[in-house]
């Protein structure tokens, strides 16, 4: 079966600027994260999906992320205005309603952003 | 951390040496999860033990666990220079309304010379 799919691989951007980064899933993966990885740090997570609706997003800084997930399918995370401080590989991962009890979760590549 | 720790931070080794790392967590959990990433590239899971085992295998990686302790350790033998990556322990808290979300640890970056 097809992976996570994400793009763009890399992103660089000015402070103050806006980004979007999409989220693919594996099909038929019911639950969708998108996870903030800080050089040298383990992943955090930022939002969690179940199908279309947020069953987390204690973690989001909502003044300036945003994320959607439109036909509980492919996802997308904003950042407007970036900040110096989110540059950092952002990472989606999707698991299925059947392995949830276990909640493996199967990762993308990640986007690697750099705000300057 | 709040959350937990992960030793060493970085570990090198010899090829055909055993690696091993290890986990503290501070909650009660479901199960513990160990995710390999190799540089540039996101994680991929590799085995999960849960809060009522003691000890899991598969193939050359030993996971253990210790609730009473709130530890874990990932054995991983006659290791090769294909393993060379960060691995990263994760836990599902029990309880609550967490979802089935997953906490990570710091990791430990492991270099394996041939």
């Known amino acids: 079966e097809a992976g996570v799919a994400q793009s763009p691989r890399y992103k660089i951007i000015e402070k103050r600027q806006s980004v979007a980064f999409w989220c693919n899933p594996i099909?038929?993966?019911?639950?969708l994260y998108w996870y903030q990885q800080i050089l040298g740090q383990g992943p955090k997570l930022l939002i969690q999906f179940q199908n279309n609706g947020v069953v987390d997003d204690s973690q989001l800084p909502k003044d300036r992320f945003s994320a959607e997930r439109l036909k509980g399918v492919d996802s997308t995370l904003k950042i407007q205005p970036a900040k110096l401080e989110d540059s950092a590989v952002y990472l989606c991962?999707?698991?299925?309603?059947?392995?949830?009890?276990?909640?493996?979760?199967?990762f993308g590549a990640g986007t690697r952003l750099s705000v300057l | 951390s709040q959350q937990g720790e992960e030793d060493p931070q970085a570990l090198s080794i010899q090829e055909g040496e055993n690696a091993t790392m290890n986990c503290s967590y501070k909650?009660?959990?479901?199960?513990l999860q160990w995710y390999r990433q190799n540089s540039g590239r996101g994680l991929v899971h590799l085995i999960l033990?849960?809060?009522?085992?003691r000890e899991k295998h598969s193939g050359r990686l030993r996971v253990t666990l210790d609730t009473s302790k709130k530890s874990s350790s990932l054995l991983i033998t006659a290791s090769r220079a294909a393993d060379t990556a960060s691995y990263f322990c994760a836990w599902q808290r029990a309880g609550g309304t967490s979802y089935g979300k997953l906490t990570f640890g710091q990791g430990t970056i492991l270099t394996v010379h041939p």
């Open positions: 099909s038929g993966h019911a639950t």
């Open positions: 991962a999707s698991s299925s309603v059947g392995q949830r009890a276990k909640n493996i979760q199967y």
């Open positions: 909650t009660s959990i479901n199960n």
């Open positions: 033990i849960r809060s009522n085992e």
